[in-house]
């Protein structure tokens, strides 16, 4: 069983930068798909970024390409969401989740979930 915990959320003015962090442990042979979700307070989840963790492959929705970054350490243990150029419509809280197989954008394809960390953009 594959184990999530998020940090590195806080507030932040229009323009400026933070780095979340995801620390995953339990992981077993095979493919798993690490991602970036992120819910605004009456919107539905929505996917961000997403990483191969074999391959180091990713994918970006369109509102954040050019302005976030996913990565992983060499260890694979520790998944990483840099966020540059910070807007107030990116304020939500951002979740990392993870699942056995390819990557897809679809929330109910993941099994695994962080408890979520709170990003704040002011104007």
């Known amino acids: 069983m594959v184990q999530l915990v998020e940090s590195g959320g806080g507030s932040v003015q229009a323009g400026g930068s933070l780095r979340l962090s995801c620390a995953a442990s339990?992981?077993?042979?095979?493919?798993?798909?690490l991602s970036w979700f992120r819910q605004a307070p009456g919107k539905e989840r929505e996917g961000v970024a997403l990483?191969?963790?074999?391959?180091?492959?990713?994918n970006y929705a369109d509102a954040v390409k050019g302005r976030f970054t996913i990565s992983q350490d060499n260890a694979k243990t520790t998944l990483y969401l840099q966020m540059n150029s910070l807007k107030p419509e990116d304020t939500a809280m951002y979740y990392c989740?993870?699942?056995?197989?390819?990557?897809?954008?679809?929330?109910?394809?993941?099994?695994?979930w962080g408890q979520g960390t709170q990003v704040t953009v002011s104007s």
């Open positions: 990483i191969y963790r074999r391959s180091g492959s990713t």
């Open positions: 989740a993870a699942r056995e197989g390819g990557c897809v954008w679809t929330v109910r394809e993941y099994n695994y």
């Open positions: 339990g992981y077993t042979a095979g493919t798993y798909c």
